[in-house]
């Protein structure tokens, strides 16, 4: 059985999943929440494991296209590193700055960044999702995120 980039790659998400689902059953129990916090991470852990070894197993063979298709022209690298420095930040000042805030700033900056140019859609968009996501989170959820320089 070769050992093809689908196969390599499915063996470092594999390990990855493996680590991140033996720390997401670390997670503490909070007794007085309706939805625990370790209900998303480990089903995300499990659903990276069974997504990992379906990769591992796949009968796609790759061509010389595909191969092609990895090198990526240095203009591209530099705006992924820069989408990637946007996201340092984000979690950075996330608990700082606050959920809403942080996430609005984020979302219009970096779909500009990315060449979205209707700017009045986009600040509605920036402002709208993070409210809207806060309201589930913290009212019909009950899972506190947090609020920064918010007094909400």
């Known amino acids: 059985m070769p ?3 689908n196969r390599r790659i499915a063996l470092i998400l594999f390990v990855i999943a493996a680590i991140y689902l033996f720390l997401s059953f670390q997670l ?3 007794p007085y929440a309706p939805v625990d916090a370790d209900v998303i991470p480990k089903g995300l852990g499990i659903l990276m ?5 379906a990769l591992f197993f796949s009968k796609a063979i790759e061509t010389e296209a595909e191969k092609e298709k990895r090198n990526i022209p240095k203009k591209e690298l ?6 990637f420095a946007m996201i340092f930040l984000y979690i950075l000042l996330f608990e700082i700055i ?3 805030i942080m996430t609005a700033i984020f979302i219009f900056f970096c779909s500009w960044f990315l060449g979205y140019t209707k700017w ?3 600040i509605i968009v920036s402002i709208l999702f993070p409210l809207g996501m806060y309201v589930i989170f913290v009212f019909a959820l009950g899972i506190s995120l947090p609020k920064g320089i918010l007094p909400i």
Not at 49 to 53: A, H, P, R, T, W
Not at 78 to 83: K, R
């Open 3 to 5: 050992l093809t980039i």
């Open 28 to 30: 503490p129990n909070y």
């Open 49 to 53: 494991i069974i997504l990992s070894v």
């Open 78 to 83: 530099l705006v992924l590193l820069a989408v």
């Open 98 to 100: 606050g959920f809403v």
């Open 120 to 122: 009045k859609s986009n």
